[in-house]
């Protein structure tokens, strides 16, 4: 008789092991679009996605396009934070971001400094997270008076860093100037130690803190968040001669 219940038992929890678990609806994805570019601008990504992963929420968050991609990056990585933050918090599962060029580094600037999060995976898509030095089309139109070797004139002062290019553009034959001036790359990278290096007023990166470096992998909530970047091994020479 003891061996029969035995057996219920385990019939029973094999049932109920086997059984499989409602679906869970896809987690959200939040993307950020890049230097001069919008929402608009990502049609194609929508398409894909709906296509492979039918029913999922994707979000192309329609702020600081185009000239506005200028502004200085902290004040984009606080407006996009105001943007994801409804997001996370309708998505009980977690959230993808996917950012482009440029907002590769303001997304990671959000995953730094954001009390809570729940971004379940991080793509750094083409961003110049170890920052940028090189001669483009854009950056001419922008500059057409500097080029490659003179700009670090301009972004290495108060007024430049007001550009979101300069926020990180690191020329390597002005390294000292670099870590003094820049108020979003360096502090972000952790190349300067510096008392007030936590990005905007409120923001949570400890200087010291080794949560934000180029190969980030961790996040300030524990979230499973891996970051990757094409240009992304600490150390790394900036080389990127494209549109960021
Ligand atoms: C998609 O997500 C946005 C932002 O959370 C939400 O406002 C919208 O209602 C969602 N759409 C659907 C179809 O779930
Ligand atoms: C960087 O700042 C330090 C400390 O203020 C100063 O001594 C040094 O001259 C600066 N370097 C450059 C290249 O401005
Ligand atoms: C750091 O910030 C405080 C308060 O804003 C300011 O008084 C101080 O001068 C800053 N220190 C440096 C080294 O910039």
Redo the contacts with the bound molecule.
């Keep these: 008789m003891g061996s029969l219940w035995g057996l219920w038992a385990l019939l029973w929890g094999l049932f109920w092991g086997v059984r499989c678990p409602p679906p869970t609806p896809p987690r959200?994805v939040i993307v950020v679009h890049g230097l001069l570019d919008s929402a608009r601008d990502f049609g194609r990504l929508q398409e894909f996605i709906a296509e492979s992963h039918p029913g999922t929420?994707v979000?192309v968050l329609d702020l600081f396009d185009r000239g506005q991609s200028l502004r200085p990056l902290w004040v984009q990585v606080e407006g996009f934070r105001r943007a994801v933050e409804?997001?996370m918090a309708?998505?009980a599962g977690g959230v993808h971001l996917i950012c482009y060029s440029q907002g590769g580094l303001i997304c990671r600037a959000l995953l730094c400094t954001m009390e809570q999060h729940n971004v379940h995976s991080f793509i750094s898509l083409a961003a110049p997270q170890m920052g940028q030095y090189g001669d483009t089309q854009y950056l001419r139109w922008l500059f057409p008076r500097h080029m490659k070797s003179n700009l670090y004139r301009l972004c290495y002062t108060a007024l430049g860093q007001g550009v979101s290019i300069c926020n990180y553009w690191n020329d390597p034959h002005h390294r000292d100037l670099y870590l003094n001036s820049s108020d979003f790359l360096a502090p972000l990278n952790d190349e300067r130690l510096h008392p007030n290096a936590s990005g905007p007023p409120g923001a949570t990166l400890q200087p010291g803190s080794r949560t934000c470096c180029a190969s980030a992998t961790s996040s300030s909530s524990g979230a499973p968040t891996t970051a990757s970047s094409p240009h992304g091994s600490p150390g790394a020479t900036p080389k990127t001669p494209r549109r960021p």
Excluded: C, K, L, V
């Design positions: 959200p929420n979000s409804p997001i309708n998505a």
